[in-house]
C-alpha cells in the first residue's frame, strides 16, 4: 500500500491552485463548526447502557420517592428542643419557596403531616373498614369475642374510660370495644412513620434530634441543567440561612444533588488534568521545536477533525453522549501522535514532498487500523461505545486527512535543523541499543511473559458505585441521616409495576410472603408491609368485604354485642356507649380506592404510589436489609413478576457486564480488522505479524499487570484501553516501516525519525494520562494507571522486542528476499 | 296591654335576630366527663367578630386556645395541637360552623347543618334553644346543642355542646 501516490498528486494539484484548496478547507471547516456545533448531548445514563428489561428502564426513569432529596436540620452546637427545631425546618422551606418563585425548581416539600391527614385517613378506613381487615384476621376476631377475652378487654376498657380526660380514648372503645384494632392494625402506623416521630406534625428522626423534610424536584431526573441551577440554588440558601440562624445545620442529599456534584466533579476535574497536561505539553514542544507555528500547525488538524466527526455525527444520529464526547477527546491524543510524526518528519527534512512521501502511507495505515480498533466498538449494543468508536474513528480520520490533504501546504521549505542540544539528547535516547543487549531483551520477556499470564487475574468492576463521586457535604449528610434513621441497615425501595393498579397492588401483595421469608432468614429487617395493607385492589376488597359480611352473621352479631351489653351491665358502664360499634357491624360496604379517594396528600401518597406520565402504576415496598446482603435480597425480590428495584446501580450492574462482554467480543474483531489490513499493507504475514503481536502482547501485559497490583478495569478505563490498542499499533506500525527502511536502503533516517515522533507523542501521552492521577473522581482517576501500564508497555515492545524480532527475521533468507523484493516493486 | 309585652317580645326577637352579635367577654368552661363523671373547669376571655373570626384563649389552663380564623382551625387543647383547614375535614367543617353559627345567633342554620331537630323555650330575659341531632350523630359531632340567648341584645350567655360519647362541655359566657 503506497499511499502517496494518492496524497502526492493531490498536494501537486493543489499547490497550483491555493485558492482553491484555502476556500475548500475554510468553508469545509465552517461547515462542519456550524453542523457540529448543533449537535445535542445526551446525559442520560440510560442511553448509555445496554437496552434491557422495561423494569430496569424505569429505575433509571425519573420517580419522585428516588429522586426526592432529604433535607435535615439540627443543632449546630448547643442542642435545641424538638419545637425550635422544627420552626428553623418551617423557616428553612419557606425561604427555599421563597427562592424558588420564578425558577419553580421545586414540585412539594413534605415538611410535615398535617393533621386532616390522619383525621380523614381514619374516616376512610372506619367507612370502609372490611377493605382493611385481612381475611386472616377474623381468627383474632373470633378469640376477642370468647366470654374471658372479651371480659378481660372490657375490664380493662373501663380503667381507660375512668381515666380519659379528653374524650378520645372514649370515642376509641366506643367504636372498637373489643379490640379489634390490634389484629387490623398491627404495626401498620409505624409504617406510615416510615420509623419517623411526629413533632408539632414534623418529621423527626427517632431520638428527635434532626428534623426531616423531602424535597420533589419539579424537574426530571435527566434535566442535567435544571438539576445544576436547583443545586446552586440550595447551597446558596442552607449557606444563607445557616449565617441567619448560626444555631441550626441544614444537611441535604438524594440523587438530583448528587449527579450534579459528580457532573461537577468531572468537569473541574478534567479542565485541571487538561490544563496542566496541556501547559506542560506546550512547554515541552517550545522548548524543542522553539516555534508557535509548529504548536498552530500541530493544533489545527485536530481542531479540523474533532469539528468534522461532530458534524458527521449530527448528521448521521443528530446527538451523541457527552460522557462519550469526554473519552474520546482523551483519544484525541492519538491524533496528536500522526501530527507529530508528520511534523517531525518535516523538521528534520524540511520538505513537504519529502513528507508525503515518507510518512503518507505510514500515517494513514496507522489510521486506518486505529479506526477499525475503534469502529469495532459500532457492533456493540451500548450507546456509549457506539457514539464512543463513532467520534474517535471519524476525528482520526477528519484528522488524519487535514494532515495529509491541507497541512502539507503550510509546511514552508526549511533548512532542517535538528543539530541542538535538546535533539541530540532525544538521538542518544532513542539510539540506545535496547535490542541489542541481551540482558535488557532478557527482562522485557519476562516482564512480556509475567503479564501474559497474569493476564486472567484481572478483574471486571461492575459496581458503577465504586465510580461515584460524591462530595463531603453530602457524605456527611448521608451518614447523618443513616446514623439516626436506619440503624446501621440499608433501605432499598422495590416497586411492583403496571399500568394497572390493581394488578400493581396485587403484585405487591405477592412481594410479601417473599419478604416474610427473607426476614425469617434474617436477610431482612422489619419491613413495613403498610402498602400493601392500607391500598387494596378492588378484587381483593370485594372478597375482603364478603369475608366480612361471612364472619359478622347476625347470629355472631348479635353475640358479640350481647357479651359487651353484659359485661357494660356488670360494670356499671351504659350499653349505650357501643352504638358505634354496632353501627360498624350494620354497615354496608363498599370496595373504594384510597389511591384515588383525595384523603392521602400527593406529597405523602408518592412515598406508597406513583403513576408516571406513561399511566405507569408504582407501588413502593421500603426493605431495610444488611448491606452485605443487598444482591441476594434484591435478585429475590425482582424475581417476583412486575418488580424492580428502585436503584439504577443494581441494573448498571447486568449492564455493564454486558458491555464488557461486548467489549471483549469488540477487542477480537478490532485486532482481526488490524491483522487482515497490515496483511494487505504489508503483503507479508510476517511483517503484519511483526506488527501486530506487541499490539497484542501489550493488551496482555495491561491486564496481567493490573491483575498483579489488584487493579480493576472498569466501565470507564477499559474503553479507554482501546486507546492502548490505537496507540501500540501506531508505534509497531511506524517502527515496522522504519526497519524496512533501514533493511532496503541502510538509511537510518526514518526509524531515527519516526522514533523521535514516537519519542514526543509517548511524552505527551504519558503526560496526558499522569495528569489523570491527579484527578479526584474515581472514574477519572482509574483511567489513568490502567494507561500508563499499557503506554509503558507499548513503547518498551517497540523499542526493544519488536526491532530484535525483525532484525532476527531478516537472517532467515526468505524473508530477507521477501523484503528487499518489495523494494525493487516500489 | 299584653299586646304591648308581646310586640316587644317580638320586636327585641327580632333585633335579636338580624343584629350582628360581637363578643368581646370572659367564659367559664366545664367539662364533664359522661361516663366517669370526672369535671374539668377551664376558663378564658372570647372575642368573636359576628362573621368567622373567632378566638378562645384560656387563661385557666394557660396557653390553650381554640381560634378559627375563616377557614382555619387552631387547635391547642388538651395536649393536641394542630392547625387545620376545615374545608379539608368535614367534622373540623362541621364544628367550626356550628360554633359560629351558635355564636351569631344563627341556629337555624346550626340545626340544618346537623340534622336536629329544634326547640325553643323562653324564661324571663333568656330564650333557650336545644337542638338534638335526629338519629346518627356524625362521628365525632355533637349529639345534643342547648344555647341560652339573652332576649334583649340577642346575646348567646349559655351554650352546652354534648358529645355523643365522651363529654359534655357547658359554656358560660359572662
Redesign the interface.
Known amino acids: 500500500m503506497t499511499m502517496h501516490r494518492i496524497f502526492l498528486p493531490i498536494y501537486y494539484y493543489f499547490k497550483s491552485r491555493k485558492a482553491l484548496m484555502y476556500t475548500l478547507m475554510v468553508v469545509s471547516f465552517l461547515v462542519f463548526l456550524f453542523f457540529g456545533l448543533k449537535i445535542r448531548y445526551e446525559e442520560n445514563i440510560v442511553s448509555l447502557l445496554p437496552t434491557s428489561s422495561v423494569e430496569s428502564q424505569l429505575a433509571f426513569s425519573s420517580i419522585e420517592l428516588k429522586d426526592k432529596i432529604y433535607l435535615q436540620v439540627t443543632s449546630a452546637d448547643e442542642p435545641l428542643e424538638p419545637a425550635t427545631i422544627a420552626e428553623r425546618m418551617d423557616e428553612f422551606t419557606d425561604l427555599l419557596f421563597e427562592k424558588d418563585t420564578t425558577s419553580h425548581f421545586i414540585s412539594n416539600i413534605l415538611v410535615r403531616m398535617?393533621?386532616?391527614t390522619g383525621?380523614?385517613a381514619l374516616?376512610f378506613v372506619?367507612d370502609h373498614l372490611p377493605s382493611f381487615v385481612d381475611t386472616t384476621s377474623y381468627e383474632a376476631f373470633a378469640k376477642a369475642m370468647e366470654p374471658a377475652v372479651a371480659e378481660a378487654q372490657m375490664d380493662a376498657n373501663y380503667e381507660l374510660?375512668?381515666?380519659?380526660?379528653?374524650?378520645?380514648v372514649?370515642?376509641t372503645i366506643?367504636y372498637d370495644p373489643l379490640n379489634l384494632r390490634e389484629a387490623i392494625l398491627g404495626d401498620m402506623l409505624e409504617g406510615v412513620m416510615n420509623g419517623h416521630t411526629l413533632i408539632?406534625?414534623h418529621f423527626f428522626c427517632p431520638d428527635s434530634t434532626v428534623a426531616i423534610a423531602y424535597l420533589a424536584p419539579a424537574f426530571k431526573t435527566l434535566d442535567s441543567k435544571s438539576a445544576r441551577a436547583f443545586a446552586k440554588m440550595l447551597s446558596k440558601t442552607q449557606k444563607e440561612f445557616e449565617a441567619q440562624h448560626p444555631d441550626v445545620k441544614v444537611y441535604a442529599h438524594g440523587d438530583p444533588i448528587g449527579s450534579v456534584s459528580n457532573a461537577g466533579r468531572i468537569r473541574s476535574d478534567l479542565v485541571v488534568t487538561v490544563g496542566i497536561s496541556i501547559v506542560l505539553i506546550l512547554i515541552l514542544l517550545v522548548f524543542f521545536f522553539r516555534s508557535s507555528a509548529f504548536i498552530a500547525r500541530l493544533l489545527l488538524p485536530i481542531i479540523y477533525g474533532t469539528m468534522f466527526s461532530l458534524a458527521c455525527i449530527y448528521w448521521i444520529k443528530g446527538e451523541m453522549s457527552l460522557m462519550a464526547l469526554g473519552l474520546g477527546a482523551i483519544v484525541l491524543g492519538v491524533a496528536i501522535s500522526y501530527c507529530l510524526h508528520l511534523m517531525v518528519h518535516h523538521f528534520f527534512t524540511g520538505s513537504a514532498e519529502r513528507l508525503l512521501l515518507d510518512e503518507s502511507t505510514p500515517v494513514f495505515l496507522g489510521c486506518i487500523t486505529t479506526v477499525g480498533a475503534f469502529s469495532s466498538l459500532l457492533f456493540t449494543e451500548s450507546e456509549l461505545l457506539h457514539d464512543f468508536g463513532l467520534f474517535a474513528s471519524l476525528a482520526l480520520i477528519g484528522s488524519t486527512l487535514y494532515g495529509l490533504v491541507f497541512l502539507p501546504h503550510f509546511l514552508p521549505e526549511i533548512k532542517a535543523d535538528s543539530n541542538s542540544k535538546a535533539f541530540r539528547r532525544i538521538s542518544r535516547i532513542n539510539n540506545l541499543p535496547f535490542d541489542r543487549k541481551p540482558w535488557f531483551l532478557v527482562m522485557i520477556a519476562c516482564i512480556v511473559v509475567v503479564g501474559i499470564v497474569f493476564s486472567p487475574t484481572v478483574k471486571f468492576d461492575s459496581d458503577l458505585r465504586n465510580l461515584d463521586y460524591n462530595s463531603s457535604e453530602e457524605v456527611a449528610a448521608e451518614t447523618l441521616f443513616n446514623e439516626k434513621n436506619n440503624d446501621g441497615f440499608m433501605h432499598l425501595y422495590f416497586a411492583t409495576v403496571s399500568t394497572d393498579l390493581d394488578e400493581a397492588l396485587e403484585a405487591n401483595q405477592s412481594l410479601m410472603p417473599i419478604l416474610d421469608s427473607l426476614t425469617d432468614k434474617g436477610l431482612v429487617h422489619g419491613y413495613s408491609d403498610m402498602v400493601s395493607k392500607l391500598f387494596v385492589s378492588q378484587k381483593e376488597q370485594e372478597q375482603r368485604i364478603a369475608a366480612w359480611n361471612a364472619f359478622w352473621t347476625d347470629q355472631r352479631k348479635s353475640e358479640a354485642l350481647q357479651v359487651i351489653k353484659n359485661n357494660a351491665t356488670s360494670l356499671g358502664?351504659?350499653p349505650d356507649?357501643f352504638?358505634?360499634f354496632e353501627?360498624l357491624l350494620d354497615n354496608v360496604y363498599e370496595p373504594a380506592s384510597l389511591f384515588e379517594s383525595g384523603v392521602v396528600p400527593q406529597n405523602l401518597l408518592g412515598n406508597f404510589i406513583e403513576c408516571n406520565a406513561d399511566n405507569q402504576y408504582m407501588v413502593f415496598t421500603d426493605v431495610p436489609m444488611d448491606p452485605a446482603q443487598k444482591d441476594v435480597v434484591t435478585n429475590a425480590l425482582v424475581a417476583n413478576p412486575k418488580t424492580f428495584v428502585l436503584e439504577p446501580f443494581y441494573y448498571c450492574k447486568s449492564m455493564v457486564e454486558l458491555i464488557n462482554d461486548d467489549f471483549n467480543i469488540a477487542v477480537w474483531i478490532s485486532a482481526l480488522f488490524v491483522l487482515i489490513i497490515l496483511l494487505i499493507s504489508f503483503r507479508n504475514i510476517i511483517t503484519a505479524l511483526l506488527s501486530f503481536i506487541p499490539m497484542v502482547a501489550s493488551w496482555f501485559m495491561v491486564q496481567g499487570y493490573m491483575g498483579l497490583i489488584g487493579l480493576e478495569f472498569n466501565l470507564i478505563n477499559i474503553i479507554i484501553s482501546t486507546f492502548i490498542f490505537g496507540v501500540g499499533v501506531d508505534y509497531s506500525i511506524f517502527i515496522t516501516e522504519g526497519l524496512l527502511n533501514q533493511a532496503r536502503t541502510g538509511s537510518k533516517d526514518i526509524l531515527t525519525w519516526h522514533k523521535v515522533a514516537i519519542f514526543f507523542s509517548a511524552i505527551i501521552l504519558v503526560m496526558v494520562v499522569s495528569s489523570l492521577l491527579f484527578a479526584v473522581h474515581p472514574a477519572i482517576r482509574s483511567i489513568g494507571l490502567s494507561t500508563l501500564i499499557g503506554m509503558a508497555s507499548t513503547i518498551m515492545m517497540s523499542y526493544s522486542l519488536q526491532p530484535w524480532m525483525f532484525w532476527q527475521l531478516m537472517k532467515i533468507p526468505a524473508y530477507k528476499k521477501s523484503v528487499m523484493n518489495k523494494t525493487q516493486q516500489q | 296591654m299584653k299586646r304591648i309585652v308581646l310586640i316587644t317580645i317580638l320586636l327585641l326577637s327580632y333585633i335579636a335576630a338580624f343584629s350582628q352579635h360581637t363578643y368581646d367577654i370572659d367564659f367559664t368552661q366545664t367539662k364533664v366527663m359522661k361516663v366517669s363523671g370526672k369535671t374539668t373547669e377551664k376558663a378564658g376571655h372570647l372575642v368573636f367578630d359576628g362573621n368567622d373570626h373567632l378566638s378562645m384563649n384560656y387563661t385557666e389552663p394557660k396557653g390553650e386556645y381554640f381560634i378559627i380564623e375563616g377557614n382555619l382551625v387552631k387547635i391547642n387543647l388538651d395536649g393536641k395541637k394542630a392547625e387545620l383547614e376545615a374545608d379539608k375535614v368535614k367534622l373540623v367543617q362541621l364544628q367550626r360552623s356550628t360554633l359560629l353559627n351558635c355564636l351569631a345567633g344563627n341556629y337555624e342554620q346550626a340545626a340544618i347543618e346537623n340534622h336536629a331537630d329544634k326547640s325553643i323555650s323562653y324564661e324571663g330575659n333568656f330564650q333557650t334553644v336545644t337542638l338534638t341531632v335526629n338519629g346518627k350523630v356524625p362521628r365525632g359531632g355533637y349529639s345534643s346543642v342547648v344555647l341560652t340567648y339573652r332576649i334583649s341584645d340577642g346575646m348567646l350567655t349559655r351554650m352546652v355542646l354534648e358529645e355523643s360519647v365522651g363529654a359534655i362541655n357547658t359554656y358560660e359566657l359572662k
Open positions: 398535617e393533621p386532616e383525621i380523614n374516616e372506619l374510660l375512668m381515666n380519659d380526660e379528653t374524650g378520645d372514649t370515642q366506643a408539632d406534625g358502664l351504659d356507649l352504638l358505634d353501627g
